[in-house]
């Protein structure tokens, strides 16, 4: 949950990407990171693993005002999409705040997506956390490519509990920073009512 710093006042929340591997979770952050002014963003840090990488950077929006006089700062990581490195997706999850899905559109992905989603479920569970209680939302990416599902079938297959819902294009920045406002804005009504 959410970590307040009197000395700086700010409020400091957590948002995870998760999906399955390749679905976008890195461009994303790289792409919010490379938009974001200097000033108003840390250093990028990448926790590389054989195979995949950790990508982890804060930001702080002022657009997004005050609450009780305190500034918010978001974290934003990404945890390995491979099922293999598990134990860095569950201690990632720690102290979440809010979970942005990123789902692969393509058809051959979908059981990845499946996949990964449950796996979501069960490591927020292990955690004393619910999905349908947290900030979630889920990212149709690679909207552009040819062998993608309709949005109508994904929602269908990933999104049973209608939470909100975007379509993106990581690599363009199509989408992204709308999936990022909107988890966001989650969080801040979940601050703000004392959650």
């Not at 950077?57 to 099922?83: A, M, N, W």
């Not at 569950?90 to 979440?96: A, D, E, Q, S, T």
């Not at 209680?133 to 949005?151: A, H, S, W």
């Amino acid at each position: 949950m959410s970590f307040i710093n009197y000395a700086s006042r700010e409020i400091n929340c957590k948002i995870v990407y998760y999906g399955p591997g390749l679905c976008g979770k890195t461009t994303n952050l790289q792409f919010i990171y490379q938009k974001t002014a200097p000033e108003a963003k840390g250093k990028m840090i990448s926790l590389a693993t054989e195979t995949e990488r950790t990508l982890f950077f804060d930001f702080l929006p002022l657009s997004l005002g005050e609450i009780r006089g305190f500034k918010t700062r978001f974290h934003l990581y990404t945890v390995p999409g491979q099922v293999f490195y598990d134990a860095s997706r569950k201690l990632i999850l720690k102290g979440v705040d809010g979970v942005v899905f990123v789902a692969d559109s393509q058809e051959e992905r979908i059981d990845a997506n499946i996949e990964s989603l449950e796996n979501l479920r069960i490591n927020l569970k292990e955690q004393g956390y619910d999905l349908d209680n947290l900030p979630y939302i889920i990212q149709y990416n690679k909207r552009d490519l040819p062998d993608v599902m309709t949005i109508e079938e994904l929602h269908r297959e990933l999104n049973p509990t209608n939470v909100p819902e975007f379509e993106a294009c990581a690599t363009t920045g199509e989408g992204v920073f709308e999936t990022l406002k909107a988890v966001a804005k989650l969080i801040l009504v979940d601050l703000k009512k004392g959650k």
